[in-house]
């Protein structure tokens, strides 16, 4: 099979839910999605929003070049309909194979663009997704304002503690439907959050978020969960997007305390880590 252009973006975890206050923040987790342009038909996984016929469809009406007598191949190692960011991986890896394949040399700003405009278009997002986009192919976090263009959405911007391990706990498919209202009905908690990531506190606006999600959703459960891995050595812990995955963040030492008792509650447990900037190589600097 013939490849004309690959692409590859990560999964992610929330840190404000965009729903609550109208603006989002999530960080992307070492979980990756790869996604290969190829000549003639190919089988993909379930897709169930049709992101990827939606990446075409915003692609050509972008007015970059139209492939021929093309199809997909998908791998991704990020859990479907969980909240952990996966419709943004497939998205923005579909741009980049198509990037890739066209030789557009795009930016990351038209690559978060493309990815935000057809996972509108497909219906599988409440918000727009802007900040899982950002996620998805950058390191750090970043606070954006969804209903502005990629190159005017980040509002603040940082990096993660490094050395941390992120389990993600599965508890089965999204049950409940979510709704936008039960967001807003909960603005004072998403206002802590907010405040905790404006000072730099990422990781408690993660805990705090995720116990907002979990009272606009009725997850009650969730709020169980989080309050006992943070009992146990967790330092953080909260719903990752609309649930109803459960992100936990914690030190090396305290894993296993807590992969073995997220395992003992029928849980599948997800070892991960956050994606960090790479390191300046010094001696490859032209400047010494």
Known sequence: ???????????????????????????????????????GEAEVSPDEHGILDSVMGVWIESGYPRPDDTGWRVSSEVPIGQGLKSSAALACAAAMALNEASWTAL???????????????????ITGSMDDAWAAISPGWKLVDPIQSSRDSVLLEGDIDEGLTVLIALRGPRSAKVQSDSFSNQGKIFERAMASLSSGSVL??????????????????????????????????????SGPAIAIVCYEQGVEQLADFLTESNMRVIHSKFIESEPVDEEASPWG
């Not at 930016?107 to 997002?125: E, H, K, L, P």
């Not at 309050?227 to 330092?235: H, T």
């Open 1 to 39: 099979m013939t490849v004309l252009g690959r692409g590859s973006a990560n999964g992610g975890v929330s840190v404000l839910h965009a729903a609550g206050l109208g603006k989002g923040c999530s960080i992307g987790i070492d979980l990756s999605t790869e996604v290969s342009l190829v000549v």
């Open 107 to 125: 930016s990351d700003f038209d690559i978060v663009d493309i990815a935000v405009a057809a996972q509108r278009r497909s219906g599988c997002t």
């Open 204 to 241: 408690s606006a993660m805990s705090v978020n995720g116990m907002a999600v979990a009272a606009a959703t009725g997850d009650d459960e969730a709020l169980r969960v989080c309050n006992s891995v943070i009992a146990r050595g967790a330092i953080a812990a909260g719903v990752s997007g």
